[in-house]
């Protein structure tokens, strides 16, 4: 006879039953500022605010952006929100000294894309950390937003 353990038990049932699986909801971000780090992603990606996060009145306190911010994408689902922290360690990418931890990677259609996304980022605040643009492979740029954490913008071309 085959002795039958419960974590064997515990391996058939699950396989059995159909569980959802959990979904990415966003991805938050650690900031020194919500509010900037919001307008820029907001700006670059073409996001809008969860209703009640949005700016203030010219001069009001910013009671929203004190310490959490939602940005939503253009349907209207969770996409990024932005998590207040006393202290933020600019990474140091690509030296590991302060890892990046985390990054996004954005696409563009093509390289006349790609050029256009790279003045919004500069205008926006954001600096390039890497210019791989002449990558015959993938062209790519990688940059920082306002709060130092790094992203790549690359071409994807489409089918």
């Not at 039953?17 to 900031?31: A, F, H, L, N, S």
């Not at 700006?43 to 911010?69: F, I, K, V």
């Not at 790609?114 to 492979?137: C, F, I, P, T």
Request: glycine share 6%.
């Amino acid at each position: 006879m085959i002795p039958i353990y419960p974590e064997t038990i515990a391996k058939y049932i699950l396989s059995v039953v159909d569980y959802p699986e959990p979904r990415i909801r966003q991805t938050v971000v650690d900031t020194t500022n919500p509010r900037v780090s919001a307008e820029f992603w907001k700006s670059l990606l073409g996001l809008a605010y969860r209703p009640g996060h949005e700016p203030p009145a010219q001069g009001a306190d910013d009671l929203a952006g004190r310490d959490w911010l939602n940005l939503l994408t253009p349907a209207g689902m969770p996409c990024l929100a932005f998590q207040k922290v006393d202290e933020l360690p600019r990474s140091t990418w690509p030296s590991t000294v302060i890892p990046q931890q985390l990054h996004l990677d954005l696409s563009v259609r093509d390289f006349s894309e790609l050029n256009g996304a790279h003045s919004r980022v500069l205008d926006l605040g954001g600096q390039l950390l890497l210019d791989r643009s002449d990558s015959v492979e993938e062209p790519l740029r990688v940059y920082a937003d306002p709060d130092g954490h790094p992203f790549c913008i690359f071409v994807v071309l489409q089918d």
